[in-house]
Nanobody, 116 residues
Framework: QVKLVESGGGLVQPGGSLRLSCAVF????????MGWYRQGPGKERELVAS???????NYADSVKGRFTISRDNVKSQAFLQMNSLKPEDTAVYYCDAVLPVVGILWGQGTQVTVSS
């Protein structure tokens, strides 16, 4: 069974940093794209950042300059480095991956809480 496993969420003070990780298990195929979405309390899920196999990246305006997405194509992992975190970044963060043949996969979600 192919699945995504996320890790790295937690509680952090405003201005702090967290690093989220996401890994593909059960497939040797390299993901076409990998990304991070988030869903805050009472809000719709939104794209935070995505990265293609080529390395090209895309960011939501609200996180540009603060978050950095990267990936390891060999290990089928993606990472989201989050700096200068704000209370409004509080959300459940979901990793997604688009895999050949398999299609779109979602992780189980990891909670990020920014609070003093």
């Amino acid at each position: 069974q192919v699945k995504l496993v996320e890790s790295g969420g937690g509680l952090v003070q405003p201005g702090g940093s967290l690093r989220l990780s996401c890994a593909v298990f059960g497939s040797s195929l390299s993901a076409t794209s990998m990304g991070w979405y988030r869903q805050g309390p009472g809000k719709e899920r939104e794209l935070v950042a995505s990265v293609l196999r080529s390395g090209a990246t895309n960011y939501a305006d609200s996180v540009k300059g603060r978050f950095t997405i990267s990936r390891d194509n060999v290990k089928s992992q993606a990472f989201l480095q989050m700096n200068s975190l704000k209370p409004e970044d509080t959300a459940v963060y979901y990793c997604d991956a688009v895999l050949p043949v398999v299609g779109i996969l979602w992780g189980q979600g990891t909670q990020v809480t920014v609070s003093s």
